[in-house]
């Protein structure tokens, strides 16, 4: 069974693959990016490495994270290290997977970034897979 | 090829090292079809690497083993105890013959012949014993080694990391009063640091041949497997770039030198037929541009067909005919990038193996790089990556706006500026600003409102130099300079095409490294000469800009501004006076020095400096010796023209007559120019216009001659000038042409003038404008 780590965004329960997940860290300092896209929360240094922090409620088309949240999932997406913000982490677990239950699609970012979803405790946890969350260039689009 | 050799000689000690137990399994077990698949690819990689490196001992004895071998997996031949003994007879003696050329030792061939011979006996027992091993050469250190990056990269970010430690512990130790005997300790660690760091970057830079020394091979083989005669040259090899990009551009590369010999270059019958040479030309040239690596692939084929592209799309369903028919050809052409699509309708050995120019602009735009086409449909194809030296060392420049830094590569800076003091004017000009250095107008960008990061005017002026043009950019302050290891940003970091990368400084906060010409592109820039233009399309009879400024005589004079490059201070010492003419010393070479009175000079060298005026027609350079800079002024329309030397008229000015110093005097020499006809108009044509327009002009409107880039539909002009290399279309229209060329040779052609000769021109236009009938 495969491996998630459980998070909570803007009071959703959120599931990562594990083996999408590089850490998990509570960042330092971010120096911002000006002009990026919004979801850019800015660059900050982790050991020797630089990582793009990723407003996360941001990527899913919610309201600001607040500025005082430092808490981090790791991952890592052709080649480049991003940090995505997160409101709290709970715990690794193993789950089933479910498909997501089928509802009209919406073009709502949260059922963009999903890929399916998982029950705890009877409470459902959707499935977010990263790579989907990380913010494209505009500019690629053209 | 010294490097390729040691390389090779350091692979098969390795691959050798490798085998030696399979070579014992092997004599044990000669069926074992894994070992003989082991050291038939050992044979055949050291064939394949001595046809390249000439090595025609190690080539014939390893074919020869690669034959044998080749039989045996094929089931021709029982690998027996003989094949084993005369195979491995010959590994050793490659073996020996490696380490001769590594100590530089030639050994004695005699037998090696016998040792080939040994592997074509069949189940007889060999006469000749396995070679003893030669004694007595004494093993050469290797003077490389070769490296996994990864383990550089370690190496990088540990060292990154000792910085970070070392500052921090600097921090805390200055929190409490330092012994001093801790201070010499700490400066000695952090020297140190330094210098490790400085050695482990470099251990990751490598030239660029190493990305081009392969393609001489394989240009050969591939133009030999389709038939064709290609010619490849090979310029700017040694052009640093990072290891790590090398690798990532090796494949691009290959596929577009193959493709440019596959589809690009035509068989030789076929280039004849078009009366090109039979030998087509490839061209790979490296060159560092700014904060960027050009590499250009050109050659001299058939170029796209992209007639042939819009229908491929169309038939693999890439786009539909409709979106295709609203295509302009460079969307065409950039179709190319599609997946899915080849130019050629058979796929062939070479090129053809799905791999497309999709997956080479992937790769390019993965490291952060550009690529694009210049296709001339029938005569060639050039191909331009552009990468960023990011992942490399860079020198930069660490600016403050706000309260963030950026690092912008040192080498697109020319100078900064402090906004204080009489060397600088902002003026607003419509919806953007123009900074004024010296005389010099520059477009300006403000870096902190343009990245929405703070208000406030800018107290330095950086001027970024780009290939477009420079910029005035407007920052808080420049902090200091700093070698950094620039890495690229994240795509969505990237893609706003304002950075060129970042970095980790000794601060340990992470940094952005600007992209200057990124920046100008992104803020809508428009350069010197797109302003000007701009304001004669509003104003046809605007007057021309001027440098007003103080001769060394005290008499005020102007030059257009268009003439001026800048304006600086020399030294005395710079100033040199040989067979009666004065030259500056500017960068290691001389120029003409032109002055207005010699003893006013030689009063103004007493003092030590002179200011100059660096004037230049794109292409030559001299200077005007002047006692000061004034302002810009506009001339007006009406010039009086003046009859004697440089002084190209006189114009009023506020009231004041000034002398207007006619640049084209200084390119030539000065001369006495003739009174031409009245009234003529002249049409600037061709590629030289923008020249003609800029430095023609003024002479010819002050001999009586009207001036027009574009012929009027109303009125033919009465002469034509063109640039000689122009080609001239004779259906435009009946008007006599008078060439000018660019050096003075080319004058004595008929019909052609060269073009600072003032007096020359005047009088050919002249009689033509008497025979044109008017």
């Not at chain 2, 005369?86 to 590594?102: S, W, Y």
């Not at chain 2, 251990?203 to 591939?222: E, G, H, I, N, W």
């Not at chain 2, 002009?717 to 008078?738: F, G, I, N």
Request: proline share 5%.
């Amino acid at each position: 069974m495969p491996l998630f780590l459980i998070a909570c965004i803007a009071g959703q329960g959120v599931a990562f693959d594990a083996d999408q997940v590089d850490s998990v860290v509570d960042i330092g300092e971010i120096v911002a990016v000006p002009r990026a896209d919004p979801s850019v929360r800015g660059l900050t240094a982790l050991r020797s490495r630089v990582v793009t922090v990723v407003d996360t409620r941001r990527s899913l088309g919610l309201e600001p994270t607040a500025p005082h949240v430092r808490r981090a999932v790791i991952t890592q997406q052709d080649g480049h290290y991003y940090a995505m913000l997160v409101d709290a982490l709970d715990d690794i677990e193993t789950f089933e997977t479910r498909s997501m239950p089928l509802v009209a699609p919406k073009e709502d970012r949260w059922s963009r970034a999903a890929d399916g979803m998982v029950f705890r405790n009877g409470e459902p946890l959707l499935i977010l897979d990263l790579a989907k969350l990380v913010p494209q260039p505009a500019a690629m689009l053209a | 090829m010294d490097d390729l050799l040691q390389e090779f000689i350091a692979e098969t000690r390795e691959t050798l090292e490798a085998l030696s137990s399979e070579v014992v399994a092997w004599e044990a077990a000669p069926g074992d079809r894994a070992r003989l698949d082991a050291i038939f690819r050992f044979v055949h990689t050291v064939k394949g690497s001595c046809g390249f490196l000439d090595l025609p001992r190690l080539a014939r004895l390893s074919h020869a083993a690669e034959d044998v071998l080749a039989d045996a997996r094929d089931g021709k031949r029982m690998p027996d105890t003989a094949l084993v003994d005369a195979v491995l007879a010959i590994v050793d003696r490659i073996g020996a013959i490696v380490e001769g050329i590594a100590a530089n030792v030639t050994l004695d061939d005699s037998d090696d012949e016998a040792l080939i011979a040994a592997l074509t006996r069949v189940e007889e027992v060999v006469a000749t014993a396995p070679a003893p091993r030669v004694a007595g050469t004494p093993r050469t250190a290797p003077r490389s080694i070769r490296l996994n990056v990864d383990l550089l990269d370690r190496m990088m970010s540990g060292m990154s990391d000792m910085v970070l430690a070392r500052n921090e512990l600097a921090r805390r130790l200055r929190d409490d009063v330092l012994d001093p005997r801790v201070e010499a300790a700490l400066d000695q660690l952090s020297l140190t640091v330094a210098d490790m760091r400085d050695t482990v970057t470099r251990t990751r830079m490598q030239k660029v041949d190493a990305l081009f020394s392969a393609l001489p091979r394989m240009v050969r083989d591939t133009a030999a497997e389709l038939g064709k005669a290609v010619s490849l040259r090979i310029e700017g090899s040694d052009v640093d770039l990072d290891r790590e990009m090398i690798e990532m551009m090796r494949d691009p590369l290959v596929h577009i030198i193959r493709n440019a010999i596959d589809h690009g270059i035509e068989t030789p019958a076929r280039r004849r037929s078009l009366g090109k040479a039979p030998t087509g030309q490839i061209r790979v040239t490296a060159r560092q541009s700014g904060n960027q690596i050009l590499i250009e692939i050109e050659d001299d084929g058939a170029g796209i067909d992209v007639a042939r592209i819009a229908a491929k799309a169309v038939a693999n369903d890439v786009r539909s005919a409709a979106e295709v028919a609203g295509m302009t050809p460079a969307d065409k052409l950039r179709l190319v990038f599609e997946p899915g699509l080849s130019s050629r309708d058979t796929v062939s050995a070479v090129s053809g193996r799905g791999v497309g120019m999709d997956v080479v602009r992937a790769n390019i735009e993965h490291v952060g790089g550009r690529i694009a086409l210049d296709n001339r449909p029938g005569r060639g194809l050039t191909i331009t990556i552009q990468v960023p030296l990011t992942l490399s060392i860079m020198s930069t420049l660490i600016v403050a706006v706000a309260d963030q830094r950026f690092a912008i590569a040192r080498q697109t800076i020319e100078e900064i500026v402090k906004v204080r003091g009489d060397q600088v004017r902002i003026d607003p000009v419509g919806d953007i600003k123009v900074a004024t250095v010296r005389g010099r107008r520059l477009p300006m960008l403000a870096l902190a409102p343009f990245l929405a990061i703070g208000e406030g005017e800018p107290t330095t002026l950086v001027i970024v130099s780009t290939r477009e043009g420079d910029y005035a950019l407007g920052v808080d302050d420049v902090l200091d300079t700093e070698e950094v290891v620039v890495k690229p940003a994240a795509p969505a970091v990237m893609g706003t095409g304002l950075y060129a990368g970042q970095t980790l400084p000794d601060s340990g906060m992470p940094m952005l490294l600007l992209d200057g010409g990124g920046l100008a592109l992104a803020a809508g820039l428009r350069f010197q000469q797109d302003i000007i233009a701009a304001t004669e399309a509003l104003a046809p009879d605007a007057a021309n800009p001027a440098l007003l400024f103080e001769d060394l005589d005290g008499a005020r004079r102007a030059i257009p501004l268009g003439a001026i490059d800048r304006v600086e201070k020399a030294s005395a010492e710079a100033i040199h006076r040989s067979g009666g003419r004065t030259r500056l010393v500017v960068d290691g070479a001389t120029i003409p020095l032109h002055h207005g009175d010699a003893a006013a000079l030689d009063r103004a060298l007493a003092r030590g400096t002179i200011e100059v005026l660096r004037l230049t027609d794109g292409e030559a350079e001299c200077a005007y010796a002047i006692g000061g800079a004034l302002e810009i002024i506009q001339l007006p329309a009406d010039i009086s023209p003046a009859a004697d030397g440089p002084v190209l008229g006189v114009a009023v000015c506020e009231g004041r007559a000034i002398e207007i110093l006619d640049p084209l005097a200084f390119f030539l020499d000065s001369d006495v120019p003739d009174h031409g006809e009245a009234a003529p108009l002249c049409l600037l044509d061709g590629a030289g216009a923008a020249w003609m327009d800029r430095f023609l002009r003024p002479v010819l409107e002050a001999h009586g001659y009207r001036c027009t880039l574009r012929p009027d539909g109303d009125e033919a002009p009465a002469v034509r000038l063109v640039m000689d290399e122009d080609a001239v279309a004779a259906d435009r229209s009946d008007a006599p042409v008078l060439r000018l060329c660019r050096d003075r040779e080319g004058a004595c052609e008929p019909g052609s003038i060269y073009r600072y000769d003032r007096s020359a021109l005047i009088a050919a236009l002249a009689g033509h404008a008497r025979r044109g009938g008017r």
